[in-house]
């Protein structure tokens, strides 16, 4: 099953020396029953666009809280089996899921992260997202304006270049 983690590019560079995404339970989100069921119609790429922007979303409330990570949202793809993986979702996140393992880097698929250019919106959008998640429409919009951002595709052997 294809599970989007949110993470923070520091996060990123001690998940990469330590071989593993971890430590388990993970937050994570997928095509869940429930984000099937909130969408009217939606391929299976479309279904996983919409979990990976959620994803990319929980990194923004990951930068909130480490000021020192670099503003970059980060959204790493992974299979991983479905026995592992249970749904948590429901009316609020219907994609949210649980890892019930810590996830070998070997079994990431891909990294979605912000390009460095984006910086700026990303940095704006992590300090507002404790607003937008209490409804300020200011604050919303400043989080919309970094989602606006398309996020970069790197293949899981690119990602120690990141760093180097």
């Known amino acids: ?82 026995e592992q993986v249970s749904s948590c979702g429901g009316l609020d996140e219907p994609a949210a899921v649980r890892i019930s393992v810590a996830v070998p880097v070997a079994k990431l698929a891909s990294a979605h992260i912000d390009d460095p250019a984006a910086a700026a919106d990303v940095r704006a959008a992590a300090a507002a997202i404790p607003a937008a998640d209490r409804g300020d429409d200011d604050a919303k919009f400043t989080v919309d304006c970094a989602e606006g951002n398309e996020l970069l595709w790197y293949a899981v052997q690119e990602l120690p270049y990141l760093f180097g």
């Open 1 to 82: 099953m294809r599970v989007y983690l949110a993470y923070t590019m520091s996060a990123l560079a001690a998940a990469l020396r330590a071989g593993e995404i971890g430590p388990a339970p993970l937050a994570g989100f997928a095509v869940t029953p429930a984000l099937r069921e909130s969408y009217a119609s939606g391929d299976l790429d479309e279904l996983e666009y919409a979990a990976m922007t959620v994803a990319a979303r929980a990194s923004l409330r990951l930068l909130a809280a480490d000021e020192a990570a670099p503003p970059r949202r980060v959204a790493l793809a992974a299979d991983v089996p479905e």
